[in-house]
């Protein structure tokens, strides 16, 4: 199985191609820069640069794209598109490191995190870009495509447990009333997503456990 890390330098990217390498999984890291994964193979190029010869060698895409800027925002869905452009009526399966801010806090799904009262201010406006992404994504039925919900409080730097338990469209919570797990479960849970491809054109969720 080959698999593509696209912004494989950032810190979500570069866990999850290490996580990749350590399963002896054949991975590619996609960097506009100098590569800083532990990636053996690297490809060189911007992600808006993207076509289709770039990735039909691969039978996984792994979309690491982050914006958090004001005026880049807006990149979470032109990003989106350029993939599922390129991507489009193929085998090849697209895995999305998403957010939180569009899980659904109750059964009939009308309300989400992002509009609960004690979600912070500051992260609305990344929680509206990605929830707008998240809601042209789901139309394309021409991309094999599965969206990663990470738990609310998502930690860069946090305890690699290896163990998490899987959601859906809902906020879950822990045995401890938790929302949270940490980048490096996280990228255990997306690698195990590419090997079990269970979740074709879903969006899951991930807490650790």
Request: glycine share 6%.
């Amino acid at each position: 199985m080959k698999i593509a890390v696209i912004c494989a330098n950032g810190k979500a990217g570069q866990l999850i191609v290490k996580e990749a390498k350590e399963r002896n999984l054949d991975v590619t890291a996609f960097v506009r820069s100098e590569n800083k994964s532990v990636a053996d193979k690297v490809i060189i190029k911007d992600l808006f640069d993207l076509k289709l010869d770039d990735l039909k060698n691969f039978d996984v895409v792994v979309d690491a794209f982050g914006a958090w800027t004001e005026d880049t925002l807006q990149q979470h869905s032109t990003s989106l598109k350029v993939l599922c452009d390129a991507l489009s009526q193929t085998d090849i399966r697209l895995i999305i490191v998403g957010g939180a801010g569009s899980l659904y806090v109750n059964n009939e799904h009308t309300v989400c995190l992002a509009d609960t009262p004690d979600f912070p201010d500051i992260f609305k406006p990344l929680a509206r870009a990605m929830a707008k992404a998240l809601e042209e994504l789901r139309l394309r039925n021409d991309v094999k495509w599965t969206y990663i919900s990470p738990a609310g409080d998502f930690q860069a730097d946090g305890e690699r447990t290896g163990k998490y338990i899987l959601g859906g469209e809902e906020l879950i919570l822990n045995s401890k009333g938790e929302s949270i797990i940490s980048y490096s479960d996280y990228a255990i849970a997306l690698v195990d997503e590419i090997i079990n491809k269970n979740n074709i054109q879903k969006r899951i969720s991930v807490v650790r456990k």
